[in-house]
């Protein structure tokens, strides 16, 4: 089978130093030795402080929600994964959708302006498959309007928004460490905090708000990374150049290959690329469907990023159909990418998807 991603796997050898080093000191949890030292070298080689290591990007999410004290209404988009609304809804927020811009999937600011009132706390918006959203003007709405921005940046690992981190924008930005993540922990996640203070008072509030032996300063939970985590983390880490240039090359060949074939994401042009995502944009969902069933008929199983459009969730109450989102979603296939993927096995995917739509004219 050839899925839309494959884990990277480093080096047994060099994995399992870390987990004979683990074995050694007998410390498993509990802001370890790993976990700290994976914290600095994600701080060097991202180029940013205050980084956050949690255990996964949904709780990278709602500790930012608790650490901005957010209320009432948080304007998001419909189209990113679930986490992104399901998040919000489970800490009693309430998600308000604008709808996204139709060529480079993201958060549209000009329908951000009508969405705000008296009850709007933050802008939650995503990085859509790494692509940077337009940071200036969210930036200026959410400055005139007294509001908070986070940004989902799950897929944004390594990117470069004008020569510096993408993940330095926002008040906080959250990464998610998914196995099926470009750079992964397993599971796993970080939060990058802008505000010194904030930062402080998150690290109490990921472990119960325990500031000693004998003293719980803060309301807290526990959302600390463990040192297996941290482990496959820094074993991973160092394979990231060679992940991305693979990633790179695949990514080019789609382009090359299937320019005729459908739409392809406008990209930021202030930002670098990391090509975790590869995106296809189709005439009609019908087309979708039929490029789809050729493809599973080869064992070839791309996934419908991001199917449905999230105002359509089961628990949402609202009614507000968002037109743009609902329609790129019902069209839209990511392709298979990742390290490993064999020259062939894309040659097979590439003319799979060539003959499918060759059928269907």
């Keep these: 089978m050839i899925n839309v991603t494959k884990t990277y796997l480093p080096n047994k050898k060099k994995f399992l130093k870390y987990v004979d080093a683990i074995y050694d000191s007998g410390w498993l949890t509990n802001n370890g030795p790993l976990v700290n030292e994976l914290k600095h070298e994600l701080e060097m080689y991202l180029g940013v402080k205050n980084l956050l290591l949690v255990t996964n990007g949904t709780m990278a999410l709602q500790i930012a929600y608790k650490l901005l004290q957010l209320k009432g ?23 308000t959708y604008a709808d996204i811009n139709p060529k480079t999937f993201n958060l549209n600011p000009e329908n951000i302006k009508n969405k705000i009132n008296k009850n709007t706390s933050a802008i939650l918006a995503t990085h859509v498959f790494g692509n940077a959203c337009e940071i200036e003007t969210i930036q200026s709405i959410a400055h005139d309007n007294s509001l908070k921005v986070i940004y989902d940046a799950a897929h944004a690992f390594s990117i470069e928004y004008n020569k510096k981190s993408l993940l330095l924008q926002g008040d906080i930005s959250i990464i998610s460490f998914h196995a099926t993540k470009l750079f992964h922990t397993i599971e796993g996640g970080a939060l990058i905090i802008n505000d010194d203070h904030l930062y402080q008072k998150a690290k109490l509030m990921i472990n119960f708000g325990i500031n000693g032996p004998d003293s719980v300063e803060s309301l807290g939970i526990n959302a600390k990374m463990n040192e297996f985590q941290a482990a496959m983390g820094l074993a991973v880490l160092d394979d990231i150049p060679t992940i991305i240039n693979s990633r790179k090359c695949i990514a080019e060949r789609y382009y090359k290959e299937l320019s005729h074939c459908g739409t392809f994401q406008e990209q930021n042009s202030k930002s670098t690329q990391n090509y975790s995502y590869f995106p296809l944009l189709f005439k009609t969902e019908k087309v979708l469907l039929t490029v789809q069933k050729k493809l599973a008929e080869e064992k070839i199983f791309p996934r419908r990023y991001f199917y449905p459009s999230l105002e359509n969730l089961p628990y949402l109450t609202q009614n507000i159909s968002m037109k743009i989102s609902n329609d790129i979603s019902t069209r839209i296939l990511s392709l298979p990418i990742y390290h490993g993927l064999d020259y062939n096995d894309q040659t097979k995917i590439i003319n799979t998807i060539k003959k499918a739509l060759n059928e269907n004219i």
Excluded at 80 to 88: D, G, P, R
């Design 73 to 95: 209404e948080v304007i998001t988009t419909p189209f990113s994964f679930v986490a992104t609304t399901s998040s919000l809804v489970w800490e009693n927020l309430t998600p």
